[in-house]
């Protein structure tokens, strides 16, 4: 990996925890653990369709580790670690067959990916699956706001691409 | 064109899919046991129609919860945890149960009906 590859990956991992360190500030509107903008998701959707899988991995682990760490809420790291790689694989997986212009349902498929793998983790450290009742809850708000981080992330995409042409 | 259409068709089944299990999720349960578990363990079973009202203390390292029965209903009075989800989530009245993923609390009506009709 070049220099410049590597320098990009820092400055997106760092972009993404700072919008992530500033939706904290966000107050939770609804009270079903788990429900949130996932706001941070636009940077790594921006990942899966320009950078190398390899790449956005490290990207996106980086962040969940030091966003778990300066948020001071390392019950969360699960979950965010469980949810993320199910959201990665189900994104890298569907960017083969989704072109750009729909990258608004890549980030649905991937918040309803990241919310079962939340539930699935609290499954685990529950031992109970009654909690399962919240994933339909998590799945609207997951199609709510991976719509929103889609848009968001497509209209980067296009004033990147913009910027690209003039410099 | 056409694959937007497919992708537009998908969101609205995976919404609409959510929206069913949400409204069955929500119907009030009939039963009125209701199990308080922690870490996958049953620590009571409350019949809240025959129940006084009471607090009951749960604690998990070191973390205390305060789960208050008051008229017939239950809810998180208080606790140590950082969200406050439990607390937040008021009244158990549906099938939606009160958690507190913290300290691996779980407050939820008991399954069928087997022992409402038994009784």
Known sequence: MDTKKLTHLGLL???????????????????????????????????????????????????????????????????SIAGGTLCF???????????????????????????????????LVLKSTSVIAYLPFLMISGCIAGLFTGLCTQMVCKRLKRTRKVS | ???????????????????????????????????????????????LDSEKDKTIDVEYDGRKNIIEIKGGRIHM?????????????GWLEDGKPIVCLPNRLVIEYEDGDIDGTAR
């Open chain 1, 13 to 79: 991992t760092c972009l993404a925890l700072i919008i992530f360190i500033v939706e904290l500030r966000i107050p939770d509107i609804v009270p079903i653990p788990g429900v949130k903008l996932g706001l941070a998701n636009i940077v790594t959707v921006y990942c899966v369709y320009n950078y190398r899988p390899g790449e956005t991995a490290m990207m996106l682990y980086s962040r969940i580790l030091l966003g778990a760490l300066f948020s001071g809420n390392l019950m969360a790291l699960w979950y």
């Open chain 2, 77 to 89: 009075k208080s606790a140590d945890c950082p969200d406050h989800i439990c607390i937040d989530t």
């Open chain 1, 89 to 123: 694989i189900g994104m890298e997986i569907l960017k083969n067959f989704i072109r750009e212009d729909n990258m608004w349902f890549l980030s649905i498929a991937g918040a309803v990916c990241h919310n079962i793998g939340q539930i699935a983790v609290a499954m």
């Open chain 2, 1 to 47: 064109m056409r694959a937007r259409t497919v992708y537009i068709v998908i969101t609205a089944v995976i919404l609409i899919g959510a929206a069913v299990w949400c409204a069955y999720v929500m119907k009030p349960k009939s039963g009125k046991t209701v199990v308080i578990s922690q870490d996958g363990k049953v620590l009571y079973h409350i019949d």
